[in-house]
């Protein structure tokens, strides 16, 4: 075998051992990504493009921590992407709402989101509260709290000294814990919550369906502007409860499927029409105290199929 030959297949199997390390690395990526931007579609984009900058560098087997550089570059990447978002997110028609990570019942989650820990971490609760931070607090609590990330290592993502991130990162958690559920439900407690929300809605039981509701409970709906959900954000069980059967009865016929959604049991609707929208729930102290409705279609991609004909 001559020397180019050998150089060729060393080069090839440098190539598979750098894919491989890559790959075991993926899941906290896309996880580390989606936390910091809300949309699995960016996430794939921030950790696709960190893959190609770790093939670009002159000597990829010299980084040391394969792992602290991708989550390194990730997060780089993840920032620039919410700098830019926000700006898109300012001209948004209607609520933004994270895209949702939906595991039915019946089956296994999405590709890829499969490939993203579907935990508390990921919960559509913290999403939505973290859309409140600035990003580079978001980026501090999120690479901090979350995924354990030093705050020297924080610094370099964000450009900032590690004091002034602690810093982020204290201001962003004391906001977090403002809008976190106190006393957050067991799964046990949230699915039965869910389940008689689900009956109250196809039975139209009006007082059952407001026992179940936080006097203050908050309904937002995401449509993208493409598909019709609610203007605003609707606030009390008294004007949200007679909204939800009102749009239940005028949907007609409706396929309510039981699902995970972000780690924790929510529904997917189905309408007569086949169009399909995603419902989470937040619950605290034994009531529904939010309700997520997600019905854009570009971000109901990854849904499992249904099976619904």
Known sequence: ???????????RDAEERLARGFEAHRPRL????????????????????????L???DD??????????????????ALDTLGSARARRERYV????????VETR??????????????????????????????????????HDVFGVPFPEIAEVVGRTPAAVRRLASRARRQVGEGRPRTPATRAEQRELVEAFTAACETGDLPGLIALLDPDVVLRGDGGGKVSTIRHVEREAA??????????????????????????PGLVIVDGGGGVSVMAFTVDDGLITA???????????????????
């Open 55 to 57: 093939r670009g560098l």
């Open 106 to 143: 019946s089956g296994g989650p999405a590709d890829p989101a499969d490939r993203v820990t579907l935990d508390e971490s990921v919960s559509m609760a913290l999403l939505v509260v973290l859309e409140r931070l600035t990003p580079a607090e978001r980026t501090a609590f999120v690479l």
């Open 239 to 264: 004007r949200v409860a007679p909204m939800m059967l009102a749009q239940a009865r005028a949907a007609g016929s409706l396929t309510i499927l039981a699902a995970d959604v972000n780690g924790a």
């Open 94 to 101: 209607g609520t933004w709402l994270p895209e949702p990570l």
């Open 291 to 309: 309700i997520d409705l997600v019905r854009n279609p570009d971000k109901l991609v990854r849904v499992p199929d249904l099976g619904i004909s």
């Open 60 to 77: 990829p087997a010299a980084v040391r921590d394969l792992g602290a550089w991708l989550t390194t570059a990730v997060s780089r990447l």
């Open 30 to 53: 896309l996880r580390v990504a989606y936390t910091m931007t809300g949309s699995l579609a960016e996430a794939e984009d921030c950790v696709q493009e960190a893959w190609l900058r």
């Open 1 to 11: 075998m001559g020397t180019t030959e050998l150089d060729t297949r060393d080069a």
